[in-house]
């Protein structure tokens, strides 16, 4: 069995020589001596030129076709990385930047609350301060109270003990009235004392 390109490829070689005449008897005898048969070339030409055309369609079209996307797919990768490089870096600056006004604004915290604590120290001792002097000026004021009360106290009984002597060394009972006048009078005695 034939295939229809050899057929095609015989037609064609029969028409060439027959056009040609001499020309032909020379290609023939070139063909002859190589051993070359001018209707299989033909038939492998459009053989190959068929299986050439079928593959640029169907095989190396879509082939091409999607290295392109994919070459775009990389490209477009590619400027995603940088711009997310472009954009990493951005953000490391706006940390950084962050963190520098973190920083600051830490300090400045740190500094208020390290016044304010001092502040509150020196209200604190001065409130202490004055709390002790009160104390002190109570103290003071209750022990010359105090002391007073016992000098009056002392004087009461001197006197009392002095009137007793009275009467012990002048031996007469003396009455409440008398009694009282001479407390009266020694108190005054020892008072200006």
């Known amino acids: 069995m034939l295939s229809p390109l050899l057929v095609l490829a015989a037609a064609t070689t029969h028409a060439v020589e027959a056009g040609?005449?001499?020309?032909?008897?020379?290609?023939?005898?070139?063909?002859?001596?190589?051993?070359i048969s001018v209707p299989f070339i033909l038939a492998q030409i459009l053989s190959f030129s068929i299986v050439a055309f079928i593959l640029w369609k169907f095989a190396?079209?879509?082939?091409?076709?999607?290295?392109?996307?994919?070459?775009?797919?990389?490209?477009?990768?590619?400027?995603?990385?940088e711009d997310m490089?472009?954009?990493?870096?951005?953000?490391?600056?706006?940390?950084?930047?962050?963190?520098?006004?973190?920083?600051v604004e830490a300090s400045r915290i740190i500094d208020?609350?390290?016044?304010?604590?001092?502040?509150?120290?020196?209200?604190?001792?001065?409130?202490a301060t004055a709390r002790a002097n009160d104390v002190l000026t109570k103290a003071q004021q209750a022990i010359e109270l105090e002391h007073r009360k016992m000098l009056a106290d002392a004087r009461n009984e001197i006197a009392r003990l002095v009137v007793t002597t009275t009467e012990r060394?002048?031996?007469?009972?003396?009455?409440?009235?008398?009694?009282?006048?001479?407390?009266?009078?020694?108190?005054?005695?020892?008072?200006s004392v």
């Open 169 to 191: 060394v002048l031996a007469k009972k003396l009455n409440d009235a008398d009694r009282a006048s001479y407390n009266e009078a020694a108190a005054r005695e020892l008072s």
């Open 20 to 35: 040609h005449g001499e020309t032909a008897s020379g290609i023939t005898k070139i063909t002859q001596d190589f051993g």
């Open 112 to 127: 208020e609350a390290r016044k304010s604590a001092k502040d509150f120290l020196d209200r604190q001792t001065q409130e």
């Open 85 to 103: 490089q472009a954009k990493l870096a951005a953000t490391q600056q706006e940390t950084a930047a962050i963190l520098k006004k973190a920083n």
């Open 60 to 81: 190396f079209k879509p082939v091409m076709a999607t290295l392109d996307e994919r070459q775009h797919k990389i490209a477009s990768g590619l400027k995603y990385a």
